[in-house]
């Protein structure tokens, strides 16, 4: 499976919104956001609520599924865990990895990241990795050496056919609930040091086709500043994706 072109519009529900919510969800999502072929809309509910989500969407293949963690095992004795193979078999397509909340709520290392990457794709599953500073190492001005800190690693163990099934979003944590949001000029800024770190890697040709997203504070009203941008091609939204028709909105916005 190859990543999307862009824009990618994707929503992570996080620990919200259980299968009867998520039901209700899709029934005036659906009912709001048209079937559009010029985009990929992308949800990561809980995985509780997958199988739900699949069935709200059987007529839907415009819309499309992910998890939102996985472990790096195929099985075995890990009480609590997500293997790819499981959340293949329930019909994810995409895998969130990295994301702020397991780097910082759950310590989430950046070896564990490199691994689940290399799980996701050796299963079939697109690779969604989350990288992104605090707002103590922005202000240090280290915000792109700890983007490099979480990219770069995991580059280095992927061949550039494997880095075409992958999208990067650029989440920073101070910008992750908090109602503050990067800049559109910052979001580009940094967008662009991603952008030059996989040209550095791949060649600027392939590293033009890995679609870059940023996440953090995304809103109906500030989505098509952010996705106005040159280097940001798309969105991965929190809170705000969780109203249906509020995220019918930033998809049209896209």
Request: glycine share 10%; hydrophobic share 45%.
């Given at each position: 499976m190859s990543a999307p072109r862009t824009p990618v519009l994707a929503g992570n529900w996080k620990m919200n919104l259980g299968p009867t919510e998520a039901s209700r969800f899709f029934d005036d999502f659906l009912a709001a956001h048209p079937a559009r072929a010029d985009a990929t809309v992308l949800f990561f509910?809980?995985?509780?609520?997958?199988?739900?989500?699949?069935a709200a969407l059987r007529d839907r293949a415009d819309v499309r599924l992910g998890v939102q963690n996985v472990y790096w095992e195929a099985g075995g004795a890990f009480t609590g865990e997500l293997s790819?193979?499981?959340?293949?078999?329930?019909?994810?397509?995409?895998?969130?990895?990295?994301?702020?909340?397991?780097?910082?709520?759950?310590?989430?290392t950046v070896p564990?990241?490199?691994?689940?990457?290399?799980?996701?794709?050796?299963?079939?599953?697109?690779?969604?990795?989350?990288?992104?500073e605090t707002l103590d190492e922005r202000r240090a001005g280290r915000a792109e050496a700890v983007v490099d800190g979480q990219l770069i690693p995991v580059l280095g163990t992927l061949t550039q056919d494997?880095?075409?099934?992958?999208?990067?979003?650029y989440e920073p944590v101070w910008a992750?609930?908090?109602?503050?949001?990067?800049?559109?000029?910052?979001?580009?800024?940094?967008?662009?040091?991603?952008?030059?770190?996989?040209?550095?890697?791949?060649?600027?040709?392939?590293?033009?086709?890995i679609p870059v997203l940023y996440g953090g504070s995304v809103k109906p009203e500030n989505a098509r500043?952010?996705?106005a941008q040159p280097e940001v091609d798309g969105v991965l939204v929190g809170g705000a994706s969780m109203d249906p028709r509020g995220f019918a909105r930033i998809c049209a916005a896209g």
């Amino acid at each position: 499976m190859s990543a999307p072109r862009t824009p990618v519009l994707a929503g992570n529900w996080k620990m919200n919104l259980g299968p009867t919510e998520a039901s209700r969800f899709f029934d005036d999502f659906l009912a709001a956001h048209p079937a559009r072929a010029d985009a990929t809309v992308l949800f990561f509910p809980p995985a509780v609520s997958l199988a739900a989500a699949r069935a709200a969407l059987r007529d839907r293949a415009d819309v499309r599924l992910g998890v939102q963690n996985v472990y790096w095992e195929a099985g075995g004795a890990f009480t609590g865990e997500l293997s790819v193979p499981m959340a293949a078999d329930a019909g994810a397509e995409y895998v969130l990895v990295g994301h702020s909340e397991r780097r910082h709520v759950f310590g989430e290392t950046v070896p564990q990241t490199v691994r689940k990457v290399r799980a996701v794709l050796d299963g079939g599953l697109v690779p969604v990795l989350c990288v992104g500073e605090t707002l103590d190492e922005r202000r240090a001005g280290r915000a792109e050496a700890v983007v490099d800190g979480q990219l770069i690693p995991v580059l280095g163990t992927l061949t550039q056919d494997e880095a075409a099934r992958l999208l990067v979003a650029y989440e920073p944590v101070w910008a992750i609930g908090t109602g503050e949001t990067a800049s559109p000029a910052d979001a580009d800024a940094m967008h662009r040091a991603v952008r030059a770190r996989l040209a550095s890697a791949y060649g600027a040709e392939a590293a033009r086709a890995i679609p870059v997203l940023y996440g953090g504070s995304v809103k109906p009203e500030n989505a098509r500043e952010l996705l106005a941008q040159p280097e940001v091609d798309g969105v991965l939204v929190g809170g705000a994706s969780m109203d249906p028709r509020g995220f019918a909105r930033i998809c049209a916005a896209g």
